[in-house]
C-alpha cells in the first residue's frame, strides 16, 4: 500500500478488496451517505471524513496524520482481504458469496456506536435505522463544521446515560428506548467496560453483553463483529439463517475460524442484495 498526501486529501493506491459502495451499503453501519458525486460522506470516532474510489486510488480527504491514527484502523487496512477472501473461497459453497462481496472490509467501528447502533436494528430495516441513529446525532452528538456544513458526532454513552425515555421519543423508536437507555448506563458506570471485554474471550465478551436488556445473540455478535474486532463472531439474522438453512447441519460457521465474521458479510451482502442461487452463498 502506497500512501500520499496531496491537495487536501490522501490518496492510497495498493489496497484490494475496498468498494466504498459495498462497504457502507452492506449494513454494518449506518452513518455514511453518498453524496452527488458519487463520493461518501460519513462521522466516525468523532471525524468527519469524505471517501471515493477513483481507479486504482482510495481518496481520503483530510491529512495524512489524521488517516493514519482514525481511518487506517477504522478500514481494517492491514488486514489483507484479497488473501482472506480467497480461503473463504476455497469452501466450494461460500465461492459466490465470496467473489460476490468482493470490496467489503469490515469496520473498526467505536464499540458503544456498534452496541447502540444494533439495538436500533431489532425487528427494524436500514433505512429506518439510519433515520433513527441520525435524528440520536443531531439532537444530542457534538457539532464538527467540515466542508463548509455542520455534521454530528454520536453522542457519547455518558450523554445518552443522562437522559429520560421522554428525551428519546423524538427517535421514534418504540421498544427500544430503555434498552438504548440501559445500556448507555451500563457503559457509564463501568457495569460494561469495553476496555476489560478486550482482554477476554469471544464467548466470554458474548455472555457480557447478552446481559444486558435487550441484547440477544445476534447484537451481541454484532458488536463483537462491528464494535470490537471479533472477526470470529458470526451474526445470524434473518437473511443469513435463511442461507444456512438450505445447507441444513453441513454449514458450520466455526470452520472458518478468525475468518467467520468476514464470510457473515459476504453471505449477508449476497443474500440481500438478491445473488443468492441455490447453493449457501453460492
Not at 58 to 65: D, K, T
Not at 90 to 101: I, S
Not at 124 to 137: A, G
Not at 200 to 209: D, K, N, Q
Amino acid at each position: 500500500m502506497r500512501v500520499t498526501e496531496a491537495d487536501g486529501r490522501v490518496e492510497i493506491t495498493g489496497v484490494s478488496d475496498f468498494d466504498p459502495e459495498k462497504i457502507f451499503e452492506c449494513g454494518q453501519c449506518f452513518r455514511w451517505r453518498r453524496q452527488a458525486d458519487g463520493s461518501f460522506l460519513g462521522v466516525a470516532m468523532e471525524k468527519a471524513a469524505r471517501v471515493r474510489r477513483e481507479g486504482d486510488k482510495i481518496l481520503f480527504s483530510g491529512g495524512r496524520a489524521e488517516f493514519e491514527a482514525v481511518w487506517f484502523p477504522y478500514f481494517d487496512l492491514e488486514r489483507d482481504y484479497g488473501s482472506v477472501r480467497w480461503e473463504i473461497s476455497q469452501d466450494p459453497r461460500m465461492h459466490a458469496a465470496a467473489e460476490y462481496g468482493a470490496g467489503i472490509r469490515i469496520l473498526r467501528q467505536e464499540p458503544w456506536e456498534a452496541l447502540c447502533s444494533f439495538l436500533f436494528s431489532q425487528c427494524n430495516h436500514i433505512p429506518r435505522i439510519r433515520q433513527i441513529v441520525e435524528t440520536l446525532c443531531s439532537t444530542y452528538g457534538e457539532p464538527i463544521e467540515f466542508e463548509n456544513r455542520i455534521v454530528y458526532t454520536f453522542p457519547k454513552a455518558e450523554r445518552v446515560a443522562e437522559l429520560s425515555l421522554g428525551d428519546l421519543e423524538v427517535l421514534r423508536s418504540g421498544y427500544r428506548a430503555p434498552y438504548i437507555l440501559s445500556a448507555a448506563r451500563a457503559v457509564t458506570d463501568g457495569s460494561l467496560n469495553f476496555e476489560a471485554l478486550a482482554g477476554v474471550s469471544t464467548e466470554e465478551a458474548r455472555r457480557a453483553l447478552a446481559s444486558l436488556p435487550g441484547v440477544g445473540r445476534k447484537v451481541a455478535d454484532c458488536v463483537l463483529l462491528f464494535g470490537m474486532g471479533r472477526t470470529d463472531a458470526f451474526p445470524v439474522d434473518v437473511w443469513v439463517r435463511r442461507a444456512m438453512e438450505r445447507q441444513g447441519d453441513r454449514f458450520d460457521p466455526s470452520a472458518f475460524g478468525e475468518n467467520a465474521g468476514i464470510a457473515q458479510q459476504y453471505i449477508f451482502f449476497y443474500e440481500r442484495s438478491g445473488g443468492a442461487g441455490k447453493e449457501c452463498a453460492g
